[in-house]
């Protein structure tokens, strides 16, 4: 949450900052501000709301701030205080000496603020981060270098953060540190960037660093310096990231979600090219396999619904029993486990908090930790023994769509892998899976051509709707789990993903003409039992949408509409069948106007507990 950018080089600094803010404010669009060095000053500009503001706030200057060659910016996501200019980030220490851009949280700020205000330092906002300027700020007055004034003001925080400051006295200079929160180097020639994440740089290099925790980087125009808080120099390799700069635009769609949307074969095919032959053999060399005796799954939020299908394939097909945990839960349970027990953390940025600590709590009883993300680089990659890499390129929406896909399949090849490590399925068959596995591309582009007009019917039953109920059972259950997810997250419309199952328990008393009942049909016995349940509802006055064959006449007999997917192997009932949620989703939200990346109170990555 939040998203931290520094540049130094040339007389380009506030474009790479603003390129670079726009490709973070998935992190969070609360605010956002800049802090440039120009003609031995800071000058600073900040905006409550989007980052638009920011920009016209920008061109009011004339470019003015333009010839600035060095500064730092941010786009927040409100953690302390409300989103106000003043909150804004940078913060200045010292009337403004000094300028902070952080993202995290600073756990003792309260009683830092007190002592400061003790010696009298007078504060101008109610943001955590002040503190961390003002306390650079009195070192910087008091003659310390920059790097060295940032490594005493980190000494005295707790808590998590990256953080990027500027000072007047070192002129083209930006130093950086960080804890937990994530920060990358981009090297260029002549000019080098600092971001939170390396999509925000995108335009500029694909070469990057990564700063661990715990140390601090001094950037200038013709170097970058990695240091120890004790200011030893840090070697470090630089990579080059796979993504494409063009991956980041929208190519002509209306927003990132419905372009995700889309690339969805694409993802898919990325993601399983290599790991499964045309003859069905699954090869997984980045995961060790042999003697996994018990299995762990930690994520959250859309990550978690993955890992709830992982858990079937693995159960069914390799006979290992697997637990699935949110992540903020499973860092404080009574966890059971050892070192043949592998954990499988499953994060789409690589970044979020409580799966980070997740892992860190499966660590004291010796686990081995397989890290599933998306993102090259990310502080996961770094935590875990192993990573099995989802490659569906960035996603900026901050409604997971096609990296949930890409889970499934990484989930899938796991679940083939460990059933022929343990000699739990007969060959001919995993191979026979390992098949249909590879059509999940063919088949997702095939729902979509189906889907093609036939969304907006199932939206329009939405417009007087006070709740939705998604139901499934089997691995139509976790699917809508997530398609409840999609619609509360992005049309702010209350919904309940539950097993179609367990309706007569409870929920069935929310049935009325203005809830829609969402049934996730799937095939087999799962449909049949799944159709009963849902006539139920029928019976009380439901409206129901059902995503099934086009051929299903008992689904198009019991629904108002049917969201029609194509045949396909068992398999691929997850696949096909996420897709027309996630699309009816987005209608509905679009219906209602709003803004489908970048919905109220969220942000993409979660870095805070
Ligand atoms: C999904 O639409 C959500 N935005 C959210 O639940 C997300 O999946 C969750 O925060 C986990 O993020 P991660 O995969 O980056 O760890």
Known sequence: MCGIVGYVGKARCVEVLMEGLRNLEYRGYDSAGLALQLGGRIETIKRPGRLDNLAEALEERNGHLSAAHTGVGHTRWATHGRPSEANAHPQLGNGGSVAVVHNGIIEN?????????ERGVTFSSETDTEVIAHLLAQRVEAGE???EALASALRRLRGSFAVAAVSAKEPGKVVAARKQSPLVVGQGAGENYLASAVQALLKQTRRFLVVENGEIVELTGSSVGIFTLDGESVERESFEVEWEAEAIELGGYEDYMLKEIHDQPSALRN????????GGAVDLPEVDLAGVERIAVVGC??????GLLGKEAIERLARIPVEVAVSSEYRYAHLVGDEKTLVVAISQSGETTDTLAAI?????????ILAVTNTQGSLITREADAVLLTKAGPEIGVAATKTFLAQIAALYLLALGLARAKGATPEEELRELGRDLRRAPEKVEETLGLLEGRVEEAASLFEEARCALFLGRGSSYPVALEGALKLKEISYLPAEGYPAGEMKHGPIALVD????VVAVLGQGLTREKSLSNVEETVARGASVISVARENDSAARRMSRVVLPVPEAPGILDPFVSSVPLQLLAYRVAKGRALDVDKPRNLAKSVTVE
């Open 271 to 278: 993601t399983l090219s290599g790991r499964v032959d045309s």
């Open 109 to 117: 700020f309260a009683e830092l603020k007190e002592e400061l205000k």
């Open 145 to 147: 270098p920059l790097r």
């Open 513 to 516: 003409e203005h809830s829609p």
């Open 360 to 368: 860190e709590a499966a660590r004291a009883f010796g686990g081995r």
């Open 301 to 306: 939020g859309t990550a978690y619904h993955a």
